[in-house]
């Protein structure tokens, strides 16, 4: 056992492995292409095939085919044995080096009974899938979650095939604006209890970790405002990510959050990520 971790320790030194390690992590549960992790960390396809195959013979990732594509994702079990030795043994599951795993919610919750949750959905512009997210959650469950949405690089104007898909769906969108991620990560923003990503290229970008630790996972959906066509098909791409959206949402806002600990809550807002936008619609 030392060894094997001694192993994963060595491997993940490395600052190009280990940001493949946590790209990955961000992206969980998926499956994502080599070429995609090329393109987003800006590594040659050589030399990230090096840094793969050091990671799965450390046993920190695996890889699936699909098709001609070799895909990875993190190892979930081996990385756990990981932590669990580096807690438990070395540690010695000392509290004081231990508490960041061991809190239930962000630093917002208090009360599960009577608290409202804070929500944050992320993507690229903030400009259509987030913002769909911030309104149908709030405009569904507003009396139990407080939602808000950001952007990492935000457009200066909403969408306006997604502003008229909300209106003609009857939902307000007159304080609707969008946001930069770096509006909720500074002094007096909310303790977020969840943090959502809804656009792979945002999941994929490096963001200081959350404080409070919320339960994060990621919604990766197809962008619509890259629809190409007419006016009809856009506006179609546009509707299929409403819906795709709301019926996750519906889903997230029937989880039984008083009852389920932290470990299930992060299984089924994976799960629930896992849809497949055909299946929603459906």
Known sequence: MEIRIASQLSTLGHPQRLAIFRMLMRRLPDSVPAGEIADALDIKP???SAYLSNLLDAGLLSQTRVGTSLRYNVNV?????????????????RPDMCSPLAVGFGQGMTDMSFSKFNVLFICTGNSAR???AETILRDMAGDRFDVYSAGTRPFSELNPMAVDVLRKKGHGVTALRAKNVQEFMGEGAPAFDFVFTVCDQAANEECPAWSGQPISAHWGMIDPVKATGS???????FQ???????????????LPMSTLD?????KAVDDIGQMNEEDTLA
Do not use: P
Request: proline letters at 0%; aromatic letters at 8%.
């Open 46 to 48: 050589s030399t990230l």
């Open 77 to 93: 079990t081996n990385v756990q044995g990981m932590l669990d030795f580096l807690l438990l043994d070395c540690c010695r599951g």
């Open 130 to 132: 987030s913002i769909f």
């Open 231 to 237: 006016d009809a098909q856009r506006s179609l791409a």
């Open 240 to 254: 299929a990510a409403y819906g795709a959206l709301r019926n996750r949402i519906s889903a997230f806002t029937a």
């Open 262 to 266: 932290r470990i299930s809550l992060q």
